[in-house]
C-alpha cells in the first residue's frame, strides 16, 4: 500500500518539473526502485495510470530499472550481492548484513515535450 504514496510523490515532482520547464506533455519516466524497498513495479504502474488522469503525465510509459540489493560480511568485509536466499557470504560464510544500494527509489529521468 505504500506505493500509494510514493507514486504521489512522484507523479508531484515529475508534473512541478515538467512546468518548471513548460513541457507540454510527459511522454517517459525513468524510475529506479533497488529491490529492499518492498516497492512493486506493477502497484506504481496501476496507481500512476489513475493519478496521472487528466495530466500532462497521462500515458507516460514508466520505465523500472531494478537495483539489486548488496550486503556487506560482518566477519571478512566482503560486499556481496544478496543471494536467491539466506543472507550468508559467499567468501567466509558469515552473516551479511544490507548496505543503503538495494534501497533506491528515484526518478532517474524523464522524457518530455
Known amino acids: ?3 500509494y504514496a510514493v507514486t504521489q510523490s512522484m507523479l508531484k515532482l ?3 518539473e ?18 529492499l524497498s518492498t516497492i512493486v ?15 500532462i503525465a497521462h500515458g507516460a510509459k514508466l520505465v523500472f530499472r531494478r537495483v539489486k540489493a548488496e550486503f556487506k560480511c560482518r566477519e ?8 536467491a536466499t539466506g543472507f550468508d557470504c559467499p567468501k567466509c560464510g558469515g552473516l551479511g548484513m544490507p548496505t543503503d544500494v538495494g534501497r533506491e527509489f528515484y526518478i532517474e529521468s524523464l522524457e518530455i515535450e
Open 1 to 3: 500500500m505504500h506505493e
Open 14 to 16: 515529475v508534473l512541478d
Open 18 to 35: 515538467a512546468k518548471r520547464v513548460e513541457a507540454s506533455k510527459v511522454l517517459e519516466i525513468r524510475l529506479v526502485i533497488g529491490d
Open 41 to 55: 513495479d506493477d502497484s506504481v504502474q496501476m496507481y500512476f495510470d489513475i493519478m496521472s488522469e487528466g495530466t
Open 76 to 83: 571478512c568485509g566482503e560486499v556481496f550481492i544478496k543471494p
